[in-house]
């Protein structure tokens, strides 16, 4: 299997543990940031702030901070910025009080926790495709994905049994413990590179430290807009399955959190069996497979407020979650692809659009889900049905070839690609 081949080089291995402990973390971090807001306020509204709170920086960096972002991307960077994110982390319980004064502090790290995340996320997805040679990009963005799903079945699911010894709000202490692992492993990665071969080698994407601007990339590549506009339409439209799944199963099945559960362990189950066949797909045509996944997931997604039984619901919940992973890894290897400089730009285009798209779904579509689950689920899968056929229909009218520049090896990459 590809992803075992990958796990035998060292610096793979290395990078894939540290994002393992640091992805479980920030699922302990968020689910414990929203039971400490609840149990303290007992307001939903505030619960909604902190989550708009923690997606802000994403939105403004991504469109006004490329040059600051540009500036982290190195592992040695990115490990001064996972310390920051453990020092935060690990101060928060020290900070925290449940009254007016604590939730401000709290909003203040979330805000600053969302800022060096933002940082973070798009430099990491730009250097990892310089860990393995061009052809296997699509492999190893399938391993860091599978990393995400396991992430979010074994966050909920230990997070019961670590509040038998700790609190929630200590729960952020142990997520600044991933976030310190991660920064040492990030750490030798940067001295690895700096051994192996020279300090000019130390970062992959030093070529990507003068930043570009999107939009002559995406003129270029108008598929990759296409694709990347999709993205954030399907986010926002999955707010309805977000939040209205529990409306769903109550108001028309009359099932409580069991059956929630085991819709939840279906996707889920569904994302494992996808990953690894979006990981090895080896034939072309991406803008296809991705749209046709969107596409599929949309018409799922909208099949859920019209059916009358839970076997078939648990179904359509299995099939939404195999297609998953064929979005996520389509789109990001595709982008792997590219030069340093454009793959860091539209990576950090493309989570812009993804997190302002969660956002203002998660504002609007709540009042779309109040009046009616049943309708909300056929809007928004169809919504996202048709965006993904349009936006393949568009991408068959255009002339200009979208093909990734093929991105010579740097030395370095060459001698830790033959571990």
Do not use: K
């Not at 399938?142 to 979010?152: E, F, K, P, S, Y």
């Not at 990347?228 to 009359?254: D, E, K, N, Q």
């Not at 296809?288 to 619901?313: E, F, H, K, N, S």
């Amino acid at each position: 299997m590809e992803h075992l081949r990958l796990l035998r080089r060292r610096p793979v291995l290395v990078l894939w543990l540290a994002q393992s402990l640091s992805v479980l973390g920030d699922r302990l971090y968020a689910l414990a940031v929203m039971w400490v807001v609840y149990a303290a306020t007992g307001s939903a509204s505030l619960m909604g702030l902190v989550a708009v709170a923690e997606s802000l920086p994403y939105i403004v960096l991504g469109t006004v901070g490329r040059r600051l972002v540009s500036r982290f991307s190195s592992y040695r960077a990115l490990a001064w910025v996972d310390g920051a994110r453990a020092a935060v982390a690990v101060a928060l319980p020290f900070l925290w009080s449940p009254d007016a004064r604590g939730i401000a502090l709290l909003l203040a790290g979330v805000l600053l926790l969302g800022t060096l995340g933002a940082l973070f996320d798009p430099n990491l997805g730009a250097l990892v495709p310089d860990l393995v040679e061009p052809e296997r990009v699509q492999q190893i963005t399938g391993l860091l994905d599978l990393t995400g799903r396991i992430a979010r079945i074994a966050g909920p699911a230990s997070i019961g049994l670590l509040l038998l010894f700790v609190s929630e709000v200590q729960l952020f202490a142990l997520n600044g413990a991933t976030f310190a692992v991660s920064a040492v492993a990030l750490r030798w990665l940067a001295r690895r590179y700096a051994t192996s071969a020279g300090e000019a080698a130390e970062r992959p994407a030093s070529r990507a430290r003068s930043s570009v601007p999107a939009g002559p990339v995406l003129r270029e590549h108008p598929r990759v807009g296409l694709a990347i506009g999709l993205h954030g339409v399907a986010l926002f439209c999955s707010a309805v399955t977000a939040i209205g799944m529990p409306a769903l199963l109550a108001t028309r099945y009359g099932a409580g959190a069991a059956v929630y559960g085991l819709v939840t362990a279906a996707v889920g189950v569904g994302a494992l069996l996808g990953n690894p066949l979006a990981s090895n797909r080896r034939s072309g045509g991406w803008l296809t497979v991705y749209c046709g996944a969107w596409a599929l997931q949309g018409a799922a997604t909208a099949c859920m407020g019209l059916v009358l039984d839970l076997p078939a619901l648990l179904l359509l919940a299995l099939l939404t979650g195999i297609v998953t992973p064929a979005t996520s890894v389509t789109l990001r290897a595709h982008l792997g692809a590219f030069a340093p400089a454009e793959r860091l730009r539209l990576m950090s285009v493309d989570q812009t659009i993804i997190r302002t798209g969660g956002t203002a779904g998660m504002l609007v579509l709540p009042f779309l889900v109040d009046a009616s689950p049943r309708n909300a689920f056929v809007a928004g899968g169809l919504t996202v049905a048709c965006s993904a056929l349009a936006s393949l229909i568009a991408s068959s009218r255009l002339l200009r070839p979208d093909v990734a520049p093929a991105v010579p090896t740097a030395v370095g990459d060459r001698t830790m690609a033959s571990e």
